[in-house]
């Protein structure tokens, strides 16, 4: 299944992809989807529902982030061999945890506007996770069970505010607009392997990011494990697993995203976003 949120900012609707390509409104059901509606109880409930029946919404409708009042917005740094290769950094011998505000959580094409002073701003296709069952201290074998769904994220990033000017990422990561999530969330029945998932990148047309999932150190289900073992992760909470190479900073010489700039980019059976920064 496939769930996003429809309508104009502060005023979107539930809704369902079905299998033709049209938005289903599921407000008759629920009035949004929030943390709650991503218990793996409630998710069940939401998959019962026959999509044929529901009203179709405008396919012209404005696609907003998937989740209302996000938990939590936690990050995975230099988590693909060849990122970290390329910023010239040590492989991690654990994943590096960091987090997002969730003030930064943003619908998947609206514009981003350019944060005051920044200079040096970054993009970074991920793969997103979506917390479906309270995990502490969970296995790595039973990890993917606690997985509400998958979705497309990008982190954006001022790589200057990130890491010259002393403290933790946060403040580099966290900018309103930096957090893009979806188009929709995916359940996990239509994702067989999370290990194995194409993503990409591009600037202006200019594919910069073209790589797959099992490039990752810490595969997702290890990142959840590890993670639960330090936190306890809630319903709701977004987990983006990290970026390939490909990133600006990477680059030589460095590039950065400019005024009137057009991200697009995508993850394999997941959507795609776009964004201008102006």
Not at 210 to 226: E, P, V
Request: glycine content about 10%; overall charge negative; charged content about 20%.
């Amino acid at each position: 299944m496939k769930l996003l949120r429809l309508g104009p900012l502060g005023q979107e609707k539930p809704a369902a992809l079905d299998d033709e390509g049209q938005y289903r409104d599921l407000s008759g059901h629920i009035q949004d989807l929030t943390p709650c509606h991503m218990a793996l109880s409630e998710l069940d409930k939401l998959k019962a529902i026959d999509l044929s029946s529901l009203p179709v919404l405008p396919q012209d409708s404005r696609i907003g982030c998937p989740i209302n009042d996000v938990p939590n917005f936690h990050c995975v740094g230099l988590n693909y061999a060849r990122h970290a290769d390329e910023t010239g950094m040590a492989r991690p011998s654990e994943p590096i945890l960091f987090s997002k505000a969730t003030s930064a959580l943003a619908a998947p094409n609206d514009d981003i506007p350019m944060p005051i002073g920044a200079h040096k701003v970054d993009w970074e296709v991920e793969l997103g996770v979506v917390i479906g069952k309270t995990a502490s201290h969970v296995d790595e074998a039973d990890a993917l069970d606690y997985i509400a769904g998958y979705c497309t994220i990008n982190d954006v990033s001022e790589r200057a505010f990130q890491l010259e000017t002393g403290g933790q990422w946060v403040k580099g990561k966290s900018a309103p607009g930096f957090g893009p999530v979806g188009p929709w969330i995916v359940t996990t029945d239509e994702v067989k392997d999370p290990q194995n998932l194409n993503l990409w990148c591009a600037l202006n047309g200019e594919m910069q990011q073209n790589s797959n999932t099992d490039d990752m150190i810490f595969s997702t289900a290890h990142i959840i494990a590890y993670m639960s073992r330090h936190m306890t992760l809630r319903v709701g909470d977004v987990i983006a697993t990290g970026t390939p190479e490909g990133v600006g900073m990477g680059q030589n010489p460095q590039r950065w995203v400019q005024k009137g700039d057009v991200i697009t980019l995508g993850v394999e059976g997941l959507g795609e976003q776009k964004q201008r920064f102006v």
